[in-house]
């Protein structure tokens, strides 16, 4: 199979939301007609009420409800409101697919994001942006599935066993999950750079023109699998990622150290979202 072959099933394609692509070129905007933002918002029923459901939602709750998604700007703040719009329309916007743990899957991506979205901020990164790649970084593997789900379930078994998925994927359809997801970054008018990061998420450094972008979501991958090991602790959780990653972006250990409990809370707020 050709990878043009994925994107010809366009029936079956999921479509990103109107507002949530404007709000990913809002990031790097300086002067966002917020209410604005929050009045397109409020135009997808299904969002709008998601979003609101999340704000009020024991992670995020305020001292009084919030009814209104100008009120939530005010509570929570532009940033947090555009993390659950985006979260809120990007989980959405793919079909239930047969054989498929699609809670699993979005628990896991939100981990991700949530991981990203903190280096970002000790790096000094666009945190939104980061929060974003996290996000959609393994997106190829669930339109493998709405596409070849009988497939792609096979595959997800023989990975249980312990088998390498990309090469899996390689091997039974030609590509693999990374390129279906940069690909699909690419048609969903993704900034350049969210694209590259995906396409290089596992080796940033021999690809530099994958940016920040590409290390910190490297490193929010290698974190989540150091917090899955049996027994750790934080100095052992931060010297198991890739110290080359970690010098490039000019994180410093002991300062990851000492803040690695937000990444577990940061983790744990993303877990509403899946309700």
Known sequence: MKLEAVFEQTHRLPTVP??????????????????????????????????????????????????????????????????????????????????????????????????ARWLARLSGEDTDAAFTCGLTHNIGELLIHVVSPELAVHIDRSVEKGADRRILEDNNIGFDYIDVGAELARRWNFPEAFRLAILHQNAPLRNPESGPLGLILHLAICLSESFAQPAHTPESIVDNLPQAELAALKLDRDLLVSKLAEAQIEAEKMEDLLG
């Open 18 to 115: 109107k507002v949530v692509q404007e709000l990913i070129d809002s990031f790097n905007k300086a002067d966002i007609d917020i209410s604005a933002i929050a009045a397109r918002v409020a135009l997808d029923q299904v969002i709008a009420a998601k979003t609101l459901r999340l704000a009020n939602s024991a992670h995020f709750a305020p001292t009084k409800r919030i009814g209104s998604l100008n009120e939530a700007v005010m509570v929570l703040g532009f940033s947090t409101l555009r993390t659950l719009v985006l979260a809120s329309g990007i989980t959405g916007a793919f079909i239930t697919t047969p054989g498929f743990d699609r809670k699993s899957f979005w628990r896991h991506s939100l981990d991700i994001a949530a991981y």
